[in-house]
């Protein structure tokens, strides 16, 4: 497993702890590194990301809640939300890493961390994202 997707992985955890248990993002990240490998080389790639997630939160829902059909955000399971989260925001601002691989990267953590559906439900609803971003110009379409 590469560099990068050990980071996602943490970086859900930490995620996920803060959905259960309220914290700032810097203690939450302490803790969850102190009971998981929290590695130095994948450390800060995690940590940019829950940062930046913390950080552009409310913008990341409005995302999600406009780009899944059907589903209320406080209804999302944890998991499938923080995914959701941290790939959205990869998408909008790592410029870094292309939007198929946020994509990509999101549905395989979500076959691995949440139901049997969340593989599926997370690609739908970053794919609509995607789409929206592109066609309001601020993304650039790319194969996949």
Do not use: H
């Not at 589903?71 to 989260?85: G, N």
């Not at 998408?91 to 076959?111: C, F, H, N, R, T």
Request: charged share 35%; aromatic share 10%.
């Amino acid at each position: 497993m590469g560099k990068r997707r050990r980071a996602r992985e943490l970086a859900i955890q930490v995620l996920f702890y803060m959905e259960v248990n309220p914290a700032e993002p810097e203690e939450a990240f302490d803790l969850v590194c102190q009971n998981f490998d929290g590695g130095e080389t994948i450390g800060p790639f995690s940590r940019e990301l829950v940062l930046g997630v913390y950080e552009k939160k409310s913008e990341l829902d409005r995302l999600i809640i406009r780009a899944s059909k059907n589903w209320r955000l406080e209804r999302m399971p944890y998991v499938d939300r923080s995914i959701l989260r941290m790939a959205a925001f990869e998408i909008l601002y790592m410029e870094d890493v292309p939007p198929k691989v946020s994509i990509d990267e999101a549905v395989d953590i979500g076959k691995r961390f949440g139901t049997e559906d969340s593989g599926s439900f997370i690609n739908g609803v970053l794919d609509n994202i995607y789409g929206a971003l592109v066609q309001k110009g601020r993304l650039k379409k790319t194969e996949k």
